[in-house]
């Protein structure tokens, strides 16, 4: 798309080219359903609405509207929105999958962490005060992840007894 950018409305400013390649974009992105000859149509229909009303976006499309050249590079580019869409929407699962397999290797290292770093003051506080209310042989913990697993555990196990906001100490 950014290639097909240097090709097209040759005769416009840096700004103009950029504001009118900017709202085709949207439109091709907010119209999945329509094809580009639709798009282009609409888009010409409401130019030349707006520009009748006086309250256009694009003033210097006046006499650009009926011109070959400018219809031609407007269609080229909106084919190439549409390609490029689309393409994105056949990779989402891809994406997906990526985003989820990240996920799983953030929590596996963060447990990996976890299982190096000693247990906290709280944790080790909380588990004591688990171990007394259950009447439990307190076990020596040597890390987080195993203070974590521990107290979890417990709680799993005295579920019934634990509801969600009740105070345990």
């Not at 091709?28 to 359903?33: G, I, L, N, R």
């Not at 891809?94 to 989820?100: D, S």
């Amino acid at each position: 798309m950014y290639e097909i950018k240097k090709q097209i409305y040759l005769d416009f400013s840096k700004t103009q080219k950029a504001a009118l390649c900017n709202f085709l974009r949207a439109l091709v992105k907010k119209s999945p359903e329509l094809s580009v000859d639709e798009i282009m149509q609409k888009f010409i229909e409401d130019e030349k609405y707006y520009l009748e009303i006086n309250n256009s976006r694009f003033e210097f499309l006046e006499n650009l509207l009926d011109d070959e050249q400018f219809l031609k590079d407007t269609e080229k580019y909106l084919k190439e929105c549409r390609k490029y869409y689309d393409y994105k929407k056949s990779q989402k699962p891809l994406i997906q999958a990526q985003k989820e397999f990240e996920k799983k290797k953030r929590e596996f290292l963060r447990q990996v962490k976890m299982s190096k770093e000693s247990p906290t003051k709280k944790q080790l506080y909380y588990y004591e005060k688990l171990c007394k209310k259950y009447n439990l042989e307190k076990k020596e913990l040597s890390s987080k992840l195993e203070a974590r697993d521990e107290i979890d555990k417990i709680l799993k196990e005295h579920k019934p007894s634990v509801e969600f906001g009740e105070e345990i100490l």
